[in-house]
């Protein structure tokens, strides 16, 4: 008992010198750290927080990113705080590891904080997992009155991150101007290419920042292309932003006259693809019948596009060759938007990470308009871009579920191929993420990639209980779609994803209260889903895995029924109760806590379902088992490998979890 009180009060002493910390509290702070035993003061002082919090600073260091140097002082006089101490950080969307007391202050801006610290010793080049430092967060956050105090007292201002992304790089992206002008008055290399060969003035005219274009032009800097074969003039053009976009193409002897053309006819494309308001399809055309006059106002040399086959996605739409075409779609809004995808597609490159947006967003357009076929094909689309290129599309298929949900809703004609491609690109993400969660299991848990598995999971269930619900509504099934679907169940069942507590598909199948998505699916997808469940037992999915919890699927299926059941869920349960028993599931399994299923409910009616099963189904071997561990008889090693786990099925806390 004692163990467990000075547990509780430790827990608290972190809760309070912490709050106290973040708060600005030195007094209370220096209070509560007095009463503790010397020995763990400083543990205290340097161990990171609650999980509760978005970041696990310790509490000297959320103090330096609070901005309380009070604090930091009366740390640093009476305690033995580590200034080099590092721990994770959320900070303005993105997650950072091996932050120091000192980048805390500086990205947070604390200049009084920044100098406590600097002259208590902290090292001032100290980078992050990322080779971030300190005034690296300060250009982050536009302070040039940290950057020249860290600079001054010892700050390499060069140093590039772990992508070769300059300080001088990140200041022109955000549009810290007066940052940027230091920075090259220091002798900054204004050319200097990053990983994916972006320059300064790439992410300046990305950014928007028409001055800091100006004055990075008008110092020397060059246009280079980046990874994408993508100049800043091209990069400003994707984003929209005209004005910069103009710096470009007024600037004497920078661009040639294709460059211009390109640079225009992008603008015009992403104008119309972002359609920020009324103005903006009359803007695009503008901006597109520029760069075709442009094409044609040297009759002897016409400068023709070079076009790609036309993408279905597109309505095999041909781009404009001529100016007369041109006139022709001005107010022509589908013509407009086709082009504009088209045009996108041309210039940026299939490969372009946000290429996809404004076709996933189109898409949106035509759904809300009762376009479904239209929404259906501009998504394939996005969905075949991006997972050809290796990127995550953990949202392109939750909102292919809720699509083909609505659609089988409304009645809409739903096409199995279209579904089942779907499907299969669901096993390609399952796939990927499973190599993607092994290829950081030393470095402990990634709470983003477990999210997508979540949800890819979720996604893929949802669609494989569309395709039965299609399959029971709609025959003949032509014979090769059949053999498609069952190819695809029996990759998901193989794969053995798991969600974050252990529930395979199969769980999930059986789960009445699985949490179902808002738009759409709740009315239509409900679970227990008998046919679901049918199909995945067909295709080799096994009854007895178990969850983090020991549940096996009878577990789930029994103890999630809502109380009084209706006279349609005691149907659908005892339905798939027998087909799970029929596949093999044990009726008498314990979970960890030594409940069998019918032991999972309080349901009278339920349990007395369960009992009849128990009855019929109960063989020797299971009665010897539950013997064998009641009794607490050893076992391993003395009976052969497959009876060690059909007892283990049958006894508490044993159960090998998976993955």
């Not at 100016?323 to 779609?329: R, Y």
């Amino acid at each position: 008992m004692g163990k467990k009180r000075y547990q509780i009060s430790n827990d608290y002493l972190r809760e309070i010198v912490y709050t106290s910390a973040k708060d600005g509290m030195p007094i209370l702070l220096y209070g509560y750290l007095c009463g503790v035993n010397p020995k763990i003061q400083n543990i205290i002082i340097n161990q990171g927080n609650l999980a509760g919090e978005k970041h696990t600073l310790s509490p000297f260091m959320v103090a330096a990113y609070n901005g309380h140097a009070n604090v930091l002082k009366m740390l640093l006089e009476r305690f033995k705080p580590d200034l080099e101490n590092e721990c994770p950080l959320y900070y303005d969307g993105m997650f950072i590891e091996g932050v120091t007391a000192l980048w805390c202050a500086a990205g947070a801006g604390h200049l009084e904080c920044v100098k406590v610290l600097v002259k208590a010793g902290a090292d001032v080049n100290h980078w992050t997992q990322s080779h971030s430092t300190p005034v690296r967060a300060a250009c982050h956050l536009g302070r040039l009155d940290i950057v020249k105090y860290l600079m001054a007292h010892g700050a390499d201002i060069v140093l590039p991150n772990m992508y070769n992304n300059t300080c001088l790089m990140l200041a022109a992206h955000r549009g810290h101007q007066d940052v940027v002008e230091f920075l090259m008055n220091e002798g900054m290399d204004i050319n200097m290419e990053s990983r994916c060969g972006a320059t300064a003035l790439s992410y300046a005219a990305e950014g928007g920042h028409m001055e800091i274009c100006e004055l990075l032009i008008n110092s020397g800097a060059v246009m280079t292309k980046n990874d994408y074969e993508l100049t800043p003039v091209l990069l400003a053009a994707e984003r929209a932003h005209s004005t910069t976009v103009n710096v470009f193409l007024e600037y004497p002897g920078l661009m040639t006259k294709n460059e211009k053309i390109e640079a225009l006819e992008l603008l015009g494309a992403s104008v119309a693809a972002n359609e920020k308001d009324a103005q903006s399809l009359p803007k695009a055309h503008t901006y597109l019948m520029a760069a075709m006059e442009m094409r044609h106002d040297d009759p002897d040399t016409v400068l023709r596009k070079t076009l790609d086959p036309p993408i279905a996605a597109y309505d095999n739409w041909v781009e404009c060759q001529t100016v007369t075409e041109m006139q022709a779609i001005r107010h022509n809004v589908n013509s407009i938007y086709m082009e504009a995808l088209a045009v996108r597609e041309r210039i940026l490159g299939r490969k372009f990470p946000d290429l996809v947006a404004p076709v996933i967003y189109h898409g949106a357009v035509c759904a809300d308009h009762g376009r479904y076929d239209r929404c259906e094909d501009l998504w394939h689309h996005a969905l075949f871009l991006r997972q050809s290129n290796g990127y995550p599309v953990t949202r392109d298929l939750q909102r292919f579920a809720q699509l083909f949900a609505q659609m089988f809703t409304i009645r809409y004609p739903l096409r199995l191929p279209n579904v089942i491609t779907v499907l299969s690109s669901c096993v390609v993400e399952m796939a990927r993420t499973t190599k993607r969660m092994n290829a950081i299991v030393s470095k402990g848990s990634n709470e983003d990639i477990i999210d997508e598995v979540d949800s890819n999971i979720i996604s893929t269930l949802y669609i494989i209980c569309l395709i039965t619900k299609i399959m029971k509504s709609r025959k003949p099934i032509d014979q090769e779609d059949l053999k498609q679907i069952y190819k695809l169940v029996k990759e998901v069942v193989f794969l053995d994803m798991r969600l974050r507590d252990g529930q395979t598909i199969l769980h999930l199948a059986c789960n009445g209260a699985l949490p179902l998505d808002e738009f759409r699916t709740r009315d239509l997808l409900g679970f227990p889903c008998p046919d679901t469940v049918k199909l995945l037992l067909h295709c080799g999915a096994s009854t007895n895995d178990v969850d983090f919890d020991g549940n096996n699927t009878l577990h789930v299926l029994i103890n999630n029924v809502r109380d009084p059941p209706s006279r349609h869920v005691t149907v659908t349960l005892e339905y798939v109760l027998n087909r799970l028993i029929r596949a093999g599931a044990h009726v008498d399994a314990v979970n960890d806590s030594g409940r069998t299923p019918r032991k999972s409910t309080d349901i009278k009616s339920i349990q007395n379902i369960v009992r009849s099963y128990e009855v019929r189904e109960m063989k020797l071997a299971c009665l010897a088992a539950h013997r064998v561990a009641r009794s607490k008889i050893e076992y391993e090693e003395m009976v052969p490998k497959h009876l060690e786990s059909f007892i283990e099925m049958h006894s508490a806390n044993v159960h090998s979890h998976g993955n």
